[in-house]
Each structure stands twice: as structure tokens, then as C-alpha cells.
């Protein structure tokens, strides 16, 4: 499994915990920074990141930015992306059970270190559950105000 992550300039030291839990958990992970100093927006991050998930590059992805918010709702942007931001790592188990979150971000400026890597754990040692869910996931895409939620049969 390979794992693309990447932050804004707030998410430095977070981004790096995450990635080094995710290698320790035996994941291959590809860093894409930014490097400590280096001022980066983060739609631009949220969007990379995305892109490469959803052009099936990567498994997974997972981002920090200063709450999780911007650079989630960034990569939400890119159709086949569910991304969730995660404080708790409950959340980040039932949004793989569950949702099939193939992004997973974190706060850098809402959870410390320690939290954040048990977050990576729960989220990368979960699995989707299929079934039924598998079904509710399926009416969020196509990601088309028109349809969204609707049964296309
Ligand atoms: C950058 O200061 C901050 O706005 C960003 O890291 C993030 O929290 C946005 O959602």
C-alpha cells in the first residue's frame, strides 16, 4: 500500500509524525513536504494530494493544515476523494469502516503529536466494511449537486 502525504506550512511537524507512523505500520509513504520555513496554501496541497488518490497513483492520502478544515474540504474537491478531517481516533476508524475515507486529515493547531499518529493507526488499520455502506457511499458519487444522494438506477 503506498500513502502520498502532504501539509501547508502549519503542518510540518505533524505531517512528518503521521508519515513515520504510517512507514512504522509498514506502509510506503511518499512525502510531497512542505520542507520546514516553506510557505505553501494549502488548497494547493489539498488538491495535489487529491488528485494523485483519485488518479489511483496512491491508495491513500492524508494532509495537515492548521485545523484539517481547509486542506479537507480542498481535496473534497476532487471527484472520488472522501475526505475527513479527524480530531479523535474513533472518527478516523468508523470513516474507513464506514465512509471508505481514502484521505485522512488532521489538525496540526488541534491535536498533538501522540494523538495524531493513534489517528493514523485506527484510520490505516481499519477496513472498509462493504455491504450496506458500501451502497451509501455509492450514492455520494457522482459528486453532482443535481444528484447527490439520489438512487441512480
Ligand atoms: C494557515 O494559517 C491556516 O489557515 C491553515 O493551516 C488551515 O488551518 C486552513 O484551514
Same mark, same amino acid.
Given at each position: 500500500m503506498r500513502i502520498v502525504v502532504a501539509s501547508d506550512h502549519a503542518g510540518v511537524d505533524i505531517r512528518r509524525e503521521m508519515a513515520d507512523e504510517a512507514r512504522e505500520l509498514g506502509y510506503e509513504v511518499v512525502d510531497l513536504g512542505p520542507a520546514p520555513g516553506e510557505a505553501v496554501d494549502y488548497p494547493v496541497n489539498g488538491a495535489r494530494v487529491g488528485r494523485l488518490v483519485a488518479a489511483g497513483e496512491y491508495d491513500l492520502g492524508m494532509l495537515v493544515c492548521g485545523t484539517g478544515v481547509g486542506i479537507s474540504i480542498a481535496a473534497n474537491k476532487i471527484r472520488g476523494i472522501r475526505a475527513v478531517v479527524c480530531s479523535e481516533p474513533y472518527s478516523a476508524k468508523l470513516a474507513r469502516q464506514? *465512509? *471508505?475515507? *481514502?484521505v485522512l486529515a488532521v489538525g496540526a493547531r488541534v491535536v498533538g503529536p501522540g494523538l495524531a499518529r493513534l489517528i493514523v493507526r485506527e484510520w490505516l488499520t481499519a477496513e472498509f466494511e462493504g455491504g450496506r455502506h458500501a451502497r451509501r457511499v455509492g450514492l455520494i458519487?457522482?459528486?453532482?449537486s443535481a444528484t447527490a444522494g439520489e438512487q441512480l438506477s
Open positions: 464506514h *465512509n *471508505n475515507a *481514502n458519487e457522482p459528486s453532482d
